[in-house]
């Protein structure tokens, strides 16, 4: 899905706009800025509206810095899980052929189109009080419903799929010759794997990685069924937002949704530098 | 990229280590916090109670102890409850959301002869809040019935407030009517088909009468009216207390199972008789909520209007009646609701 | 190929409990409830109007961000202009931004006194707790979808076609129709259906903005959770379930398209 602005071999190349051009140009930057760039504008206005102190208030509160706290270890744990998920996946669906293989990638991308609230509930049906394993792991002084363990499945769930999805094509439009030619000079999986088929992939798993960074960080659904909004406890930022917005703390949510904002508009930059590495990197 | 990789591995290192910090420390130690699963809009008012418990605790028993919130629409929480949300004490705003949890062994059947007046410590009443200058004229039961009036109330389905203001506006009918069912019946549709926005929770409507501008009339619990006035001033909304409204007990309850499974028995109890001491009734009566002991009714007498309370035992004959012909699915309730 | 038997072990083993068992569960809640109450629960009042309203708003939603899509994807292929990098880079914010803070901002800017709300409300124009919200906060969520999967494939048309096109004298107009446009339909079909898909799941965005109206502004995923707080849990689980269903018929279609597109495109080599 990676757009390629090195590749100047390729006909539709660009041009300098005619006036119908000018005229679509003109129509991109109205809608961009009303759809796109404001939100990101009004965030910005709305959490600063009390000046610079109140906006730091804000944001050391000690319930949102534990909510923010909170969305930082839940990204550091779920990633590279998640991360390790999908270079397996990824190597299981193009390396090999097996029966059943259409019904796996199935199941694999199913998280990435189900609601999250979906995802909420079948994880409460599963580990709730009255839920299948809720009660015998109960007995064993097991508890993941309504703590931090819960909100790592959840998050784990709906960002599944999110690194196998970027490394499957790559991966089989890539073909296997590489590392046939590495393993027929006597490598092992892993000297193959690191040595032929990571710098091959790094820039999509990179991507990968960071989409789903983006997803942990933000989801909201899922989170919001399993976590008993517990403050300062279990409260997400995205909860939290909810929460102080709930609470007649419209600048607090603002604050709160403002460092969500930041960290969306890193991810962007991040993944635009990505892609222009990528796309001279892997020529 | 080594340095990235190398990154990642650090990082994931430092995330078990923490998580297993965090869990062995639940644990190991003899946990001094309890968790106080509540209603949606006693938010700021449990704070307050909780800034003054700690110290008071501390100086009657010398340990230091947290005591986490967690709100929501009442019978949404007792539903959490059951599904695992460790509560140490519940703080309800109905008899019905702890008989749930007192149903499924969380506490004990008898639960409410443990805290006086029926274990609860405040009271407090449907009433509305309209915008500056009521301009639909909005002060008693019977406005609610007329066309054109935008109504904001939570969803009695899922919240104690929202299932108050339905038994408030049934109980006022049902004298207004005479009993008769079918005009009953037929005022209450028209109440219910003014609703504008059901939102879960009492805080939630708030937030939408208030900060979307939604509707005509908030009905809420008279404390969340007054404390709302209060918080987005007087000149925007006035509050309107009804002659007659319902009376609103706001029951509390130790959740058996989880204090003897944590060994947090004594702090959960202290807290819940703390509720009834004076300073904590003077706290919650500075929330707008009203309460018995006679100092602070006297403090606080002057911000509550006078209002003529209908008792849901002589209403509707008690609770247990209240939930098997109007809460049950298929029930009084489900008759009067839009389109559920 | 070395690792068969790892990343299989891996991959199945992952799959079977974070992804298999928890479905498995609920779908196990669903199946003791027969399918008489099965019906009757999916098939209620309130839970077709939530239906529609989801699914219309989610095919508005696609409809909107398909021109849209196309409009940015074709702007950004073929024109060279200032502030092009940015608005490229701004095509990724919805993946990027936190749903809750998407519903925050576009509650906030539709409000009757918001930026936006200031203007549109003496029109008569309702957004905020309207459908028209719904679909605001999906068509927000949604928007990289088709572009993403239109830029591509458009940076890929052979000029050759084009150029034999014009020399025939077709219009500019006839190129795009005729020549361009059959080209990337499949993947603009793909787009439209992920967007549709994505459409129906949105869930924090939409929150914040639709307004809990049973009957008028209740989206399914709202339903089931205010199915769950109402301790229903069959009726949780058999929407759930609908969901489900959709998500992977959804799934399957957007497969298909791209088996079709793969095949698309080795015929036009």
Same mark, same amino acid.
């Given at each position: 899905?990676?757009?390629?602005?090195?590749?100047?071999?390729?006909?539709?190349?660009?041009?300098?706009?005619?006036?119908?051009?000018?005229?679509?140009?003109?129509?991109?930057?109205?809608?961009?800025?009303?759809?796109?760039?404001?939100?990101?504008?009004? =965030?910005?206005?709305?959490?600063?509206?009390?000046?610079?102190?109140?906006?730091?208030?804000?944001?050391?509160?000690?319930?949102?810095?534990?909510?923010?706290?909170?969305?930082?270890?839940?990204?550091?744990?779920?990633?590279?899980?998640?991360?390790?998920?999908?270079?397996?996946?990824?190597?299981?669906?193009?390396?090999?052929?097996?029966?059943?293989?259409?019904?796996?990638?199935?199941?694999?991308? =199913?998280?990435?189109?189900?609601?999250?609230?979906?995802?909420?509930?079948?994880?409460?049906?599963?580990?709730?009080?009255?839920?299948?394993?809720?009660?015998?792991?109960?007995?064993?002084?097991?508890?993941?419903?309504?703590?931090?363990?819960?909100?790592?499945?959840?998050?784990?769930?709906?960002?599944?799929?999110?690194?196998?999805?970027?490394?499957?094509?790559?991966?089989?439009?890539?073909?296997?010759?590489?590392?046939?030619?590495?393993?027929?000079?006597?490598?092992?999986?892993?000297? =193959?794997?690191?040595?032929?088929?990571?710098?091959?992939?790094?820039?999509?798993?990179?991507?990968?990685?960071?989409?789903?960074?983006?997803?942990?960080?933000?989801?909201?659904?899922?989170?919001?069924?399993?976590?008993?909004?517990?403050?300062?406890?279990?409260?997400?930022?995205?909860?939290?937002?909810?929460?102080?917005?709930?609470?007649?703390?419209?600048?607090?949510?603002?604050?709160?949704?403002?460092?969500?904002?930041?960290?969306?508009?890193?991810?962007?930059?991040?993944?635009?530098?990505?892609?222009?590495?990528?796309?001279?990197?892997?020529? | 990229?080594?340095?990235?990789?190398?990154?990642?591995?650090?990082?994931?290192?430092?995330?078990?280590?923490?998580?297993?910090?965090?869990?062995?420390?639940?644990?190991?130690?003899?946990?001094?916090?309890?968790?106080?699963?509540?209603?949606?809009?006693?938010?700021?008012?449990?704070?307050?109670?909780?800034?003054?418990?700690?110290?008071?605790?501390?100086?009657?028993?010398?340990?230091?102890?947290?005591?986490?919130?967690?709100?929501?629409?009442?019978?949404?929480?007792?539903?959490?409850?059951? %599904?695992?949300?460790?509560? @140490?004490?519940?703080?309800?705003?109905?008899?019905?959301?702890?008989?749930?949890?007192?149903?499924?062994?969380?506490?004990?059947?008898?639960?409410?002869?443990?805290?006086?007046?029926?274990?609860?410590?405040?009271?407090?009443?449907?009433?509305?809040?309209?915008?500056?200058?009521?301009?639909?004229?909005?002060?008693?039961?019977?406005?609610?019935?007329?066309?054109?009036?935008?109504?904001?109330?939570?969803?009695?389905?899922?919240?104690?407030?929202?299932?108050?203001?339905?038994?408030?506006?049934?109980?006022?009918?049902? !004298?207004?009517?005479?009993?008769?069912?079918?005009?009953?019946?037929?005022?209450?549709?028209?109440?219910?088909?003014?609703?504008?926005?059901?939102?879960?929770?009492?805080?939630?409507?708030?937030?939408?009468?208030?900060?979307?501008?939604?509707?005509?009339?908030?009905?809420?619990?008279?404390?969340?009216?007054?404390?709302?006035?209060?918080?987005?001033?007087? @000149?925007?909304?006035?509050?309107?207390?009804?002659?007659?409204?319902?009376?609103? !007990?706001?029951?509390?309850?130790?959740?058996?199972?989880?204090?003897?499974?944590?060994?947090?028995?004594?702090?959960?109890?202290?807290?819940?008789?703390?509720?009834?001491?004076?300073?904590?009734?003077?706290?919650?009566?500075?929330?707008?909520?009203?309460?018995? @002991?006679?100092?602070?009714? %006297?403090?606080?007498?002057?911000?509550?209007?006078?209002?003529?309370?209908?008792?849901?035992?002589?209403?509707?004959?008690?609770?247990?009646?209240?939930?098997?012909?109007?809460?049950?699915?298929?029930?009084?309730?489900?008759?009067?609701?839009?389109?559920? | 190929?070395?690792?068969?038997?790892?990343?299989?072990?891996?991959?199945?083993?992952?799959?079977?409990?974070?992804?298999?068992?928890?479905?498995?569960?609920?779908?196990?809640?669903?199946?003791?409830?027969?399918?008489?109450?099965?019906?009757?629960?999916?098939?209620?009042?309130?839970?077709?109007?939530?239906?529609?309203?989801?699914?219309?708003?989610?095919?508005?939603?696609?409809?909107?961000?398909?021109?849209?899509?196309?409009?940015?994807?074709?702007?950004?292929?073929?024109?060279?202009?200032?502030?092009?990098?940015?608005?490229?880079?701004?095509?990724?914010?919805?993946?990027?931004?936190?749903?809750?803070?998407?519903?925050?901002?576009?509650?906030?800017?539709?409000?009757?006194?918001?930026?936006?709300?200031?203007?549109?409300?003496?029109?008569?124009?309702?957004?905020?707790?309207?459908?028209?919200?719904?679909?605001?906060?999906?068509?927000?969520?949604?928007?990289?979808?088709?572009?993403?999967?239109?830029?591509?494939?458009?940076?890929?048309?052979?000029?050759?076609?084009?150029?034999?096109?014009?020399?025939?004298?077709?219009?500019?107009?006839?190129?795009?129709?005729?020549?361009?446009?059959?080209?990337?339909?499949?993947?603009?079909?793909?787009?439209?259906?992920?967007?549709?898909?994505?459409?129906?799941?949105?869930?924090?965005?939409?929150?914040?903005?639709?307004?809990?109206?049973?009957?008028?502004?209740?989206?399914?995923?709202?339903?089931?959770?205010?199915?769950?707080?109402?301790?229903?849990?069959?009726?949780?689980?058999?929407?759930?379930?609908?969901?489900?269903?959709?998500?992977?018929?959804?799934?399957?279609?957007?497969?298909?398209?791209?088996?079709?597109?793969?095949?698309?495109?080795?015929?036009?080599?």
């Amino acid at each position: 899905m990676q757009t390629n602005p090195a590749d100047a071999s390729r006909a539709g190349s660009p041009t300098r706009p005619g006036r119908a051009g000018w005229g679509l140009i003109a129509l991109t930057y109205v809608s961009s800025a009303l759809i796109l760039a404001m939100p990101l504008v009004l =965030i910005v206005t709305m959490a600063f509206r009390n000046g610079l102190d109140a906006y730091l208030a804000n944001i050391l509160a000690p319930d949102t810095l534990h909510a923010i706290f909170l969305t930082v270890l839940t990204a550091i744990v779920v990633v590279p899980i998640n991360i390790v998920f999908g270079v397996c996946a990824a190597w299981l669906v193009t390396r090999y052929d097996f029966p059943g293989k259409r019904l796996l990638i199935t199941i694999i991308e =199913i998280p990435f189109s189900i609601s999250p609230i979906v995802a909420g509930v079948i994880y409460l049906f599963l580990y709730g009080g009255q839920g299948l394993l809720g009660p015998v792991l109960a007995d064993n002084g097991i508890k993941i419903m309504f703590t931090v363990w819960a909100i790592f499945l959840v998050s784990l769930f709906v960002t599944s799929p999110f690194v196998a999805r970027e490394l499957i094509p790559l991966m089989q439009q890539q073909g296997g010759e590489d590392e046939e030619a590495a393993l027929s000079l006597g490598a092992n999986g892993f000297q =193959i794997f690191w040595n032929v088929t990571l710098p091959n992939i790094k820039w999509a798993l990179l991507y990968g990685a960071l989409l789903c960074n983006a997803r942990v960080i933000g989801e909201f659904g899922a989170v919001s069924v399993v976590s008993g909004a517990i403050r300062g406890q279990t409260n997400t930022l995205p909860l939290q937002i909810e929460l102080l917005f709930n609470d007649f703390n419209v600048s607090g949510a603002f604050a709160a949704a403002s460092t969500l904002a930041a960290l969306a508009v890193l991810t962007i930059v991040l993944k635009a530098a990505l892609e222009r590495v990528g796309a001279t990197g892997r020529r | 990229m080594p340095s990235l990789k190398g990154a990642y591995l650090k990082r994931s290192i430092f995330a078990a280590a923490l998580t297993l910090a965090l869990g062995v420390s639940q644990a190991w130690a003899q946990p001094t916090d309890i968790l106080n699963v509540s209603y949606d809009v006693s938010r700021e008012l449990f704070e307050a109670v909780n800034a003054k418990f700690i110290p008071s605790y501390k100086a009657s028993a010398g340990v230091d102890v947290t005591v986490n919130q967690s709100h929501a629409g009442s019978s949404k929480q007792a539903g959490l409850v059951l %599904e695992g949300l460790a509560a @140490d004490v519940v703080t309800f705003n109905q008899v019905t959301d702890i008989e749930t949890l007192a149903g499924k062994q969380f506490v004990a059947t008898d639960w409410q002869s443990k805290y006086p007046n029926s274990a609860s410590p405040f009271y407090s009443l449907p009433a509305f809040l309209v915008r500056e200058g009521n301009p639909k004229g909005i002060v008693s039961w019977a406005d609610l019935a007329k066309d054109g009036v935008g109504i904001v109330i939570p969803n009695p389905k899922t919240s104690g407030n929202g299932r108050y203001t339905y038994l408030a506006a049934r109980a006022w009918a049902q !004298e207004e009517f005479a009993g008769d069912e079918a005009k009953i019946e037929d005022y209450l549709k028209k109440v219910f088909a003014n609703v504008k926005v059901f939102d879960t929770g009492g805080r939630q409507a708030t937030t939408t009468f208030v900060e979307n501008k939604i509707g005509d009339v908030l009905i809420t619990f008279e404390t969340e009216v007054l404390g709302t006035v209060k918080a987005v001033g007087d @000149d925007q909304y006035d509050a309107v207390t009804p002659p007659v409204s319902l009376l609103a !007990e706001f029951p509390v309850a130790v959740v058996d199972k989880v204090v003897d499974e944590r060994g947090t028995r004594p702090i959960a109890e202290a807290y819940l008789n703390y509720l009834y001491t004076p300073e904590g009734q003077d706290i919650i009566g500075s929330f707008y909520n009203r309460v018995n @002991d006679a100092a602070a009714v %006297e403090k606080y007498k002057a911000q509550f209007p006078e209002v003529r309370l209908i008792k849901v035992e002589d209403a509707f004959g008690g609770w247990a009646k209240v939930k098997a012909e109007h809460f049950a699915e298929g029930g009084l309730l489900d008759k009067v609701l839009p389109n559920l | 190929m070395p690792g068969f038997g790892l990343t299989m072990g891996v991959t199945l083993l992952y799959l079977a409990v974070i992804v298999v068992i928890p479905l498995a569960a609920m779908l196990l809640k669903t199946t003791s409830l027969g399918l008489e109450d099965f019906w009757r629960i999916i098939s209620s009042g309130r839970a077709q109007a939530a239906y529609w309203l989801t699914f219309s708003s989610a095919a508005v939603a696609a409809l909107f961000n398909s021109v849209f899509g196309l409009l940015l994807a074709w702007v950004l292929v073929r024109y060279e202009f200032p502030g092009k990098r940015l608005i490229d880079a701004l095509v990724d914010l919805p993946f990027a931004l936190p749903t809750a803070v998407a519903g925050l901002a576009l509650v906030t800017l539709f409000a009757p006194e918001g930026w936006y709300g200031q203007y549109l409300e003496p029109l008569g124009i309702k957004v905020s707790y309207a459908q028209l919200g719904i679909i605001v906060a999906m068509i927000f969520t949604s928007i990289p979808f088709v572009v993403r999967t239109i830029q591509p494939v458009l940076e890929d048309v052979p000029e050759d076609v084009e150029e034999a096109a014009r020399t025939l004298g077709a219009t500019r107009w006839q190129i795009f129709s005729r020549v361009i446009f059959p080209l990337i339909l499949p993947a603009f079909t793909a787009g439209s259906v992920l967007c549709f898909a994505r459409a129906i799941g949105e869930y924090g965005a939409v929150v914040f903005i639709a307004g809990n109206l049973p009957g008028l502004t209740e989206i399914v995923s709202l339903l089931i959770v205010i199915r769950l707080e109402e301790l229903n849990y069959p009726a949780t689980a058999a929407l759930a379930t609908v969901l489900l269903a959709v998500a992977f018929s959804a799934l399957l279609v957007t497969n298909l398209i791209q088996a079709w597109q793969l095949r698309y495109a080795d015929k036009s080599r």
